[in-house]
């Protein structure tokens, strides 16, 4: 008989990954495309102030899980798409815009319009885990590189960036909900 070897599995330790970090982000690749052909999972600190904006992936699903902290949250169709503002957005069945804390868990099919906000003064921390990989592997990557200026990002970069990345940007990026 002969013996199949299977690829072995991961282990990634606590402190362990590799991670990208700027004044305004840090970002911890746990899993990536070498690793699973499923996801990648990263371990995302999400400053005071940040608000990711609401977009939408036509391919890509997505889960967050919070660690730590508290961010505003949101996962539905509005009943309409208004201003640059997504946290006082309503769904149709009434759904709206809740306080994530530690435990909760969002899953975003595709096509289904999301978005995160740290309005704290506390950094927030969670779980990220995107499907398929590598798209968001590099995204990151690259984003971070955008936000590394010190400078307020280029709303121009960031458009053509997601716009690469199958994110359809709905509301602005943003650094400070003041």
């Given at each position: 008989?002969?013996?199949?070897?299977?690829?072995?599995?991961?282990?990634?330790?606590?402190?362990?990954?590799?991670t990208l970090t700027t004044a305004a982000q840090?970002?911890?690749?746990?899993?990536?495309?070498?690793?699973?052909?499923v996801s990648s999972s990263f371990e995302v600190?999400?400053?005071?102030?940040?608000?990711?904006?609401?977009?939408?992936?036509?391919?890509?699903?997505?889960?967050?899980?919070?660690?730590?902290?508290?961010?505003?949250?949101?996962?539905?169709?509005?009943?309409?798409?208004?201003?640059?503002d997504w946290r006082h957005w309503r769904a149709?069945?009434?759904?709206?815009?809740?306080?994530?804390?530690?435990?909760?868990?969002?899953?975003?099919?595709?096509?289904?319009?999301?978005?995160?906000?740290?309005?704290?003064?506390?950094?927030?921390?969670?779980?990220?885990?995107?499907?398929?990989?590598?798209?968001?592997?590099?995204?990151?990557?690259?984003?971070?590189?955008?936000?590394?200026?010190?400078?307020?990002?280029?709303?121009?970069?960031?458009?053509?960036?997601?716009?690469?990345?199958?994110?359809?940007?709905?509301?602005?990026?943003?650094?400070?909900?003041?």
């Amino acid at each position: 008989m002969t013996a199949h070897l299977a690829r072995p599995g991961l282990l990634v330790p606590p402190g362990h990954g590799r991670t990208l970090t700027t004044a305004a982000q840090q970002v911890t690749f746990k899993v990536t495309g070498e690793h699973s052909r499923v996801s990648s999972s990263f371990e995302v600190v999400v400053p005071p102030g940040f608000d990711v904006g609401a977009h939408l992936h036509t391919r890509s699903e997505e889960l967050f899980y919070v660690l730590e902290g508290e961010l505003d949250v949101m996962a539905f169709e509005p009943r309409v798409r208004t201003g640059d503002d997504w946290r006082h957005w309503r769904a149709l069945d009434g759904r709206q815009v809740v306080r994530a804390t530690p435990g909760t868990v969002i899953v975003v099919p595709p096509g289904c319009p999301h978005a995160f906000a740290n309005p704290t003064g506390e950094p927030a921390r969670m779980f990220f885990q995107a499907s398929p990989p590598p798209d968001h592997e590099r995204y990151f990557e690259e984003l971070l590189t955008l936000l590394d200026t010190g400078d307020p990002p280029d709303p121009a970069a960031i458009q053509e960036l997601r716009a690469r990345y199958d994110i359809e940007q709905l509301t602005p990026l943003r650094h400070d909900l003041s």
